[in-house]
């Protein structure tokens, strides 16, 4: 449970409801940043080449561009951070070449996005303040995407009228930097139908870093509307072990001394059950229930996904507000069996997770059923 009065001593902005779902409990194991020692964390690089795999090459794209995120049989909270844009190869193929990354859902997850923003406009916030730190975000992002794929895309700016043209969605516009009608859906709605990355604004200000905008429709349980305003400390107030092992205090740290144009990255992980991206706190009652159900559930392995997140963290040039990318990536557990290093590193990792971690993950019901079914395949 969540309480107005924060364990940093500091009010919260406003009262803050209860949410239903998260574990609470917090322990006191010590973690550090990364350095080198035993393979714990989400790590970002993976050794051992499965030449069976490999030689095959039969894996779809879908397996071979997967950010497979264990690099080891046993996963801890760290800050897990790395320079961006570093291609990573893994025992299916690599990721991570890239910012932002088109790939076949391109089409299908916009169409979600603009559905969910359709029937829920609270997941788009940008406090006032914030409105120059969206159109810095726009001239950052959309330039990057058309360096990086300029078959694609273009984008081109004389003084502050830019044209941008999507080849995938038959779209060419014109519009004024910071002048916001001359988007129609607004600034951050036009870049969230742009890329599929969920994106999240810090404010810096007063020694710290506060969510003060953002375009989330695919949090994994966890709501933008709520956390809006509030400090990045606050916003990680309910993950266990974290503070007592002042990994989210060193990642604060880390962010406010990022300098204009640096952009980093991380991985986080956790498993959702069917292809569904839209796992916030506000349609808790569309997916909690299948929580309880699925360890039963003999399609288990086609419906459970390895979910990942490849969040990017770049400090915006003009405005200095630093931005929080959320890419999520979904894998079935059937796919994940078909990489033989990947399957015994999962199922291994779900089996040893502890039960903290795996209750705030909302996986305790069913993660040795995953575990199981994983390591027998
Ligand atoms: C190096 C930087 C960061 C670190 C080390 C970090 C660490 C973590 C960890 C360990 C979790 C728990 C994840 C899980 O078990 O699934 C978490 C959750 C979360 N993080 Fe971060 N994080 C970082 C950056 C950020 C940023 C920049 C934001 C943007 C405000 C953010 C927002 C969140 C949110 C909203 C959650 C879910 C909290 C909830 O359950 O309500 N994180 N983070």
């Not at 894996?59 to 046993?74: A, N, Q, T, V, W």
């Not at 299916?92 to 603009?114: F, N, P, T, V």
């Not at 001359?182 to 999240?200: E, H, K, N, T, Y």
């Not at 059937?334 to 996986?363: C, F, H, S």
Request: hydrophobic share 40%; glycine share 6%.
């Amino acid at each position: 449970m969540r309480r107005a009065s924060t364990a940093w001593g500091t009010p919260a902005p406003r009262s803050l409801p209860d949410r239903p779902g998260k574990g609470r409990q917090h322990h006191h194991d010590v973690l550090r940043l990364p350095q080198p020692g035993p393979r714990i964390g989400a790590g970002p690089v993976s050794t051992v080449i499965n030449e069976a795999v490999r030689d095959a090459d039969v894996l779809p794209e879908r397996i071979k561009h997967f950010p497979f995120p264990f690099s080891g049989d046993i996963y801890r909270y760290s800050a897990n951070v790395e320079p961006s844009r570093k291609e990573v190869s893994t025992e299916a193929g690599a990721w991570g070449g890239r910012l932002l990354h088109i790939d076949e859902h391109y089409l299908a997850e916009l169409k979600d996005r603009d559905e969910v923003l359709e029937r829920d406009p609270s997941r788009l916030q940008v406090l006032p303040h914030m409105r120059p730190a969206v159109w810095d975000a726009i001239c950052t992002l959309l330039p990057a995407l058309a360096e990086e794929y300029p078959d694609t895309v273009s984008f081109t700016r004389e003084g502050d009228l830019c044209r941008w043209r999507n080849s995938l969605q038959n779209l060419d516009v014109e519009f004024t930097v910071g002048d916001d009608s001359s988007l129609p859906m607004g600034p951050l709605r036009f870049l969230g139908s742009q890329i599929q990355d969920d994106l999240v604004f810090l404010d810096h200000r007063q020694d710290a870093l506060w969510l003060d905008a953002g375009v989330v429709t695919f949090a994994a349980d966890w709501s933008v509307g709520f956390d809006v305003g509030m400090k990045f400390l606050e916003v990680h107030h309910p993950v266990p072990r974290v503070k007592e092992e002042k990994i989210v205090s060193r990642a604060e740290q880390f962010l406010m001394r990022l300098q204009p144009g640096e952009q980093y990255r991380r991985t986080n992980w956790t498993l959702t059950i069917d292809r569904r991206l839209d796992t916030s706190t506000e349609t808790y009652p569309n997916w909690a229930h299948d929580r309880m159900t699925i360890a039963d559930d003999p399609a288990l392995p086609d419906r459970l996904h390895l979910r990942v997140e490849i969040q990017h963290m770049i400090r915006l040039p003009h405005s200095g507000a630093v931005l929080f990318m959320i890419r999520s990536y979904l894998l079935p557990l059937r796919d994940i069996a078909r990489v033989p290093v990947w399957r015994q590193n999962m199922g291994r990792v779900l089996a040893e997770l502890p039960d903290d971690m795996a209750e705030y993950k909302g996986i305790i019901h069913y993660r040795k059923a995953a575990s199981d079914w994983l390591l027998s395949a």
